[in-house]
């Protein structure tokens, strides 16, 4: 299984972004997947989930802000609207066929998820 994201930037406060993670190589019938961020000096951190039927769960950091959805099961976005300078981050989409459910932000750990991408930087300047 690869995961790739794209649409890491620089921006400035206020701007948006959009991240996208591509699955491939998977057979499994359902695919869960979550977007983590890892900002210097922190722990990594789940920011937002989305489950097969579309509900989805944000950090409050970001609720509000970050709006997660799906294409298909091969493709999740991330839209980042009013982006703070405390966003900026190393971004993971992270995906496993069984995680824990239900899949919410304040119960997820990355230990869930057996399968991550390379990360795509996102960089917000005041």
């Known amino acids: 299984v690869q995961l790739v994201e794209s649409g890491g930037d620089s921006v400035q406060a206020g701007g948006s972004l959009k991240l996208s993670c591509t699955a491939s190589?998977?057979?499994?019938?359902?695919?869960?997947v979550g977007w983590f961020r890892q900002r210097p000096g922190h722990v990594r951190e789940g920011v937002a989930t989305?489950?097969?039927?579309?509900?989805t769960s944000y950090a409050d950091s970001v609720k509000g802000r970050f709006t997660i959805s799906q294409d298909n099961a091969k493709n999740t976005h991330l839209q980042m609207n009013s982006l703070k300078p405390e966003d900026t981050a190393m971004y993971y989409c992270?995906?496993?066929?069984?995680?824990?459910?239900?899949?919410?932000?304040?119960?997820?750990?990355?230990?869930?998820?057996?399968?991550w991408g390379q990360g795509t930087q996102v960089t917000v300047s005041a």
């Open positions: 989305i489950e097969n039927d579309g509900t």
């Open positions: 992270a995906a496993d066929p069984d995680p824990p459910r239900p899949l919410t932000v304040s119960t997820i750990h990355e230990t869930d998820f057996d399968y």
């Open positions: 190589g998977y057979t499994y019938s359902e695919f869960y």
